[in-house]
């Protein structure tokens, strides 16, 4: 059963009866199956860990679709989930949420940086939804390995006047952060996410969303889905029937969070 979860202090709570069909469009929809071939995905590539690899997210996913680029700082890199060779079995995915594929990146030792770029138009709402879990890595060593910390991912709309290809700087548009669970480190335990972020303040239309994971030592993300809309939450499909949506509005942002959990094996 979907479960609520409070992404901000001091909000104030409305209810609605259910996502409307208000004009929106869709700027991304990525669930991370198909990396670009060549090079497609190396094991192991740099990262001295099975079932990663550093190659960058521009190296297997710039271009989907055609023209867009990410923008990364440091190591945000591909895990390949249902390989074999981390804990000699591979990761657990119960739920399947995962698929073969997703993105990782650390909390700690650099500022691992994500950042996606877009042009609302005269929308008012930046809409996104996004599947995180916890992971351990199996290889060299290292602090990553043994590490099962609930992750918490921060999601940052930034101003970006200029269109570039960026990780985001500047003015804030909206903030929200998403806690994940903790689980073993070779199992995947899927916490889901939606966030509204009001961009009736931005100086032309182009934003950049910047995706940084605050704590949990390494996590892992997939099944991104960004809309823009004319309402909060608009245009976004939900993973799950949602029979009515508790929508959270704050000064700069509309958040709406759920919690979607499976059991560990």
């Known amino acids: ?3 609520f979860i409070n992404l901000l202090a001091a909000i104030t709570i409305s209810t609605i009866p259910a996502l409307s069909s208000a004009a929106s469009i869709s700027l991304y929809d990525q669930n991370f199956e198909s990396p670009n071939n060549p090079p497609g995905f190396i094991n192991g590539f740099g990262s001295g860990y099975k079932d990663v690899s550093q190659q960058t997210v521009n190296s297997l996913y ?3 679709p055609a023209g867009f680029s990410f923008a990364q ?10 390989g074999t060779q981390a804990f000699g079995t ?3 995915d119960p739920s399947g949420i995962g698929g073969n594929y997703a993105v990782g990146m650390l909390s700690s030792v650099q500022n691992d940086l994500l950042g996606l770029s877009f042009n609302v138009g005269t929308f008012d709402f930046f809409n996104f939804t996004v599947d995180v879990s916890s992971l351990g890595l199996n290889g060299s060593g290292g602090p990553f390995t043994t ?3 609930a992750p918490t991912f921060q999601f940052t709309l930034f101003d970006n006047p200029t269109g570039a290809i960026t990780t985001g700087s500047g003015t804030i548009l909206g903030q929200a952060t998403l806690a994940g669970t903790s689980s073993a480190i070779s199992v995947l335990d899927w916490t889901n996410g939606l966030f509204s972020f009001d961009t009736s ?3 032309n239309g182009n934003v950049t969303l910047q995706i940084d994971l605050l704590t949990g030592g390494y996590a892992v993300m997939d099944n991104f889905q960004i809309t823009a809309s004319d309402e909060a939450g608009g245009g976004i499909i939900p993973p799950v029937p949602v029979p009515a949506a508790v929508w959270l509005f704050g000064s ?10 499976r059991p560990t094996v």
């Open 1 to 3: 059963m979907s479960k």
């Open 147 to 149: 590490d099962e910390s």
């Open 252 to 261: 700069a942002l509309v958040g709406l969070g759920w919690l979607r959990r």
């Open 201 to 203: 303040g931005s100086t």
């Open 73 to 82: 700082n440091y190591t945000v890199e591909t895990v390949l989930l249902t």
């Open 62 to 64: 710039g271009g989907q």
């Open 90 to 92: 591979g990761y657990s």
